[in-house]
């Protein structure tokens, strides 16, 4: 079967850029835009944080506020670029933390991960060329003595600051910006014309990636419908054991209690059936007789993804298997509206891209788009395919073909796999509601 292409609804996230002068209204107005939007995909990203470390010297100039902050040289537009260029592909990106107290850039830095919208604000936003060519919407801000509370100046050094930097540099390098603006705001968020054309904007956008994103879903599933199953996809073996259990977690009068003993024993093998495609090294133990033994054990770490809410039925059966494993969480959900899977949430164990293995849980793969997106989250992670081992009790073949199809180095552990799509009955039963 030949790998497919999938993007992710955060793909190509559209970007919006508020330049302006200290106390224009930038800040204020990006805060409008997110709260007019009211989703929970829209990021504002200070071009604060891109400051440049400054050298002993340099500190000591800065300290006695005769440091230029307000010329484009103070900003690091390098890495800015590389972190705006990884969000617009969809992938993470790692935003320095600047401590103008300090006037260094911290070690400790922030992940920004699947932004729908993204509304970079800074007094260059409209600067530098690879910048504007990123941004899709280029807005200005035409309308100062903020420094002295979020910077941590006093009134004096912030004085010094606008007369000896802001007022000519606004001259030399924030006024020529303008031209480079679509829109221009005057008297900031108090212009709800300019507003409701920036916001009326993005929520079109959004709705049309959103149309795009179903269709090649659906386009995908029409393409995988008639495909035999990849050889990655690893079916339990049938034995009359799993047929009995299964017998039991089918039947509509089997007791919660009852259920859920059977689905923690059928998870379990689930799971060791997973561990099987990861990496033994070989081991020679002492036994309490005096005999050496030669086993294996596992090469490297081995964690565990669980895709909420449905992926904690197969937990039990994990802790069997591994009881030290560490374990993150996804949630993805499906828009009631439109039915496409929506990430909501994501917490990854550290260092989970040098981990020998990464088991993914959810006992039911429908249509496959939550499956996709959670398997993207752990690509765009650092995590190789060839590592990743979905685990799943019941899957509709089209679900699995799409997910094999795209990313045809995971390996698929299922317990029975059925023609057409399944409502997602298992953590109904399991978890009763």
């Known amino acids: 079967m ?7 609804p955060w793909a190509d996230t559209y970007m919006v850029g508020i330049a302006g002068s200290s106390g224009s209204g930038k800040t204020s107005f990006a805060v409008k ?4 939007l009211d989703l929970p995909w829209v990021v504002i990203l200070s071009m604060d944080s891109f400051y440049k470390s400054l050298s002993p010297k340099q500190s000591e100039i800065a300290f006695r506020n005769e440091y230029d902050f307000d010329s484009p040289e103070a900003i690091d537009f390098d890495i800015l670029v590389d972190r705006l260029r990884s969000l617009k592909q969809g992938k993470k990106a790692e935003i320095p933390t600047y401590s103008f107290a300090k006037h260094q850039r911290q070690e400790k830095t922030v992940s920004i991960y699947s932004p729908h919208v993204l509304i970079l604000e800074g007094i260059f936003a409209l600067y530098d060329p690879r910048v504007l060519d990123l941004l899709d919407v280029k807005v200005m801000s035409n309308q100062v003595l903020r420094d002295v509370k979020d910077r941590g100046r006093d009134v004096e050094g912030c004085l010094k600051q606008w007369f000896g ?3 000519p540099n606004f001259v030399r390098y924030v006024e020529p910006q303008k031209k480079n603006a679509d829109i221009i705001v005057q008297r900031g968020i108090e212009n709800k014309i300019a507003m409701d054309i920036v916001v009326k904007h993005i929520q079109r956008t959004l709705v049309e990636k959103s149309e795009r994103h179903r269709m090649e879903l659906q386009k995908l599933g029409k393409v995988v419908s008639e495909e035999p199953l990849s ?22 009068d089997t007791s919660r209690e009852e259920f859920v003993f059977y689905f923690d024993r059928l998870a379990t093998l689930l799971v060791e059936r997973a561990m099987e495609n990861f990496r033994f090294e070989a081991k020679i133990v002492q036994t309490p007789q005096g005999c050496s033994y030669r086993g294996l054990q596992p090469a490297g770490e081995v964690s565990a993804v669980v895709i909420l809410r449905s992926g904690a039925t197969l937990e039990t059966g994990l802790k069997r298997i591994i009881p030290d494993c560490r374990t993150g969480r996804l949630l993805i959900q499906s828009n009631i509206r439109t039915g496409e899977p929506e990430l909501h949430y994501r917490k990854l164990p550290e260092g989970i891209a040098s981990h020998d293995g990464v088991l993914l849980l959810d006992p039911q793969i429908s249509s496959g788009g939550a499956a996709l997106m959670a398997v993207k989250v752990l690509v765009d992670h650092g995590v190789a395919e060839e590592k990743i081992v979905f685990v799943t009790y019941t899957a509709g073949k089209i679900g699995v073909n799409r997910m094999t199809m795209v990313f045809p180095g995971i390996k698929v552990v299922v317990g029975r796999v059925v023609a057409e799509f399944e409502k997602r009955w298992v953590e109904e039963r399991y978890l009763g509601c």
Do not use: D
Not at 2 to 8: D, I, K, M, N
């Open 231 to 252: 050889s990655n996809v690893l079916l339990l073996n049938p034995t009359p054991q799993l047929l009995g259990m299964s017998t039991i977690i089918q039947n509509e």
């Open 2 to 8: 030949q790998s497919a292409h999938y993007s992710p």
């Open 33 to 36: 835009i997110v709260s007019s």
């Open 165 to 167: 930097f802001v007022k």
